[in-house]
């Protein structure tokens, strides 16, 4: 079987860094044609840095990396210092890659890059809010028939928010761009909050992921277990540890059998100051809408888990820039 073509959508952030590790431990199965980046979990300057620096850790020199919008279409811009760090990527030891940053825009680099593509054969996984994404929507609409599917990290219904009552973080930070890409009538799956909160890096797996014993699962280690005890006051109390949410988009590329859902007509809220980002899941049909998405809703977890550290365990194979 071929390898998946993907194109890697992200503002790491310590589970965007967690899934970018997972996607180059996956070689046989995912082809990375580039990595874009956004402005999110932090700054754009930190963003790009810090992905260019885990394609080097993993020692894949010949990832491009693609800066794109240091800001929203339309909303003020947040950030999650208070989650992620001031380096977005706290618990790794941040340094200057020499693997040099593109000269590029990445809605250029989406819009051209696409289009030479055969259609429906590249498939987004996006990792952060979706600002590149929409905006090479916008430029070039004719992208839509060469991308396979959209699986993106954003939602919630049952979890309601972690950034506002009722909004997932990578949808409240851009939800006009979440809407184009909702109203693309592309085909998108949605690895929303209710699953990702099912998949909790417990201190047994933890553990193991130490025991590795090679330097990228060292470095998972330590980004998770960074401030460990404050974030997890984020979530219920007594949590065993905390969710691993951005990975999950890149589990479900190599292996969409581990995970569940049901097709659904999903609106996100860009009106009211309330619930701005809520992701509106008609799941009764009232609307009388055809679905737009799959809302995944379960997970094998130990599956998951033991794919993870496997892929962690196999180790990386440095590629030449």
Not at 57 to 74: E, L, N, Q, T, W
Not at 108 to 128: H, I, Q
């Amino acid at each position: 079987m071929s390898a998946r073509r993907i194109i890697v959508d992200c503002d790491p952030g310590q589970d965007d860094a967690i899934a970018l590790l997972l996607a180059l431990a996956a070689p046989d199965l995912l082809e990375i044609l580039g990595v874009t980046v956004v402005a999110g979990n932090a700054g754009i300057d930190l963003t790009q840095r810090n992905a260019r620096m885990i394609c080097e850790f993993a020692g894949r020199g010949d990832i491009k990396v693609y800066a794109g919008c240091s800001r929203p279409m339309v909303k003020e811009p947040v950030k999650a210092d208070y989650y992620h760090g001031e380096s977005g990527i706290a618990g790794f030891e941040v340094f200057e890659p020499r693997l040099k940053l593109q000269p590029a825009h990445a809605v250029d680099f989406l819009s051209r890059s696409l289009m030479a593509e055969a259609d429906k054969s590249v498939t987004l996984a996006c990792l952060g809010p979706l600002t590149n994404i929409a905006m090479a929507l916008v430029m070039e609409p004719r992208i839509v028939q060469k991308i396979d599917k959209i699986v993106l990290m954003g939602g919630a219904q049952k979890e309601g928010g972690n950034i506002t009552a009722t909004a997932s973080f990578n949808i409240f930070c851009d939800p006009h761009a979440a809407h184009v890409v909702l109203t693309s009538g592309l085909p998108v799956v949605l690895v929303n909050l209710d699953l990702t909160h099912q998949l909790v890096m417990t201190r047994a797996r933890l553990a193991a992921i130490a025991g590795i014993g090679n330097p990228q699962a060292a470095a998972v280690h330590s980004m998770l277990t960074w401030d460990e005890e404050r974030r997890l006051k984020m979530y219920s109390a007594g949590a065993d540890g905390l969710p691993v949410s951005d990975v999950s988009v890149i589990a479900y590329l190599i292996d969409p059998t581990l995970f569940s859902g049901t097709e659904f007509h999903v609106r996100i809220e860009t009106q009211s100051p309330l619930t701005m980002g809520m992701t509106v899941v008609d799941l009764w049909n009232v609307s009388g809408e055809s679905p737009n998405a799959l809302w995944l809703q379960s997970a094998d977890v130990e599956g998951f888990f033991a794919m993870l550290i496997d892929r962690l365990r196999r180790g990386y194979k440095p590629r030449a820039a």
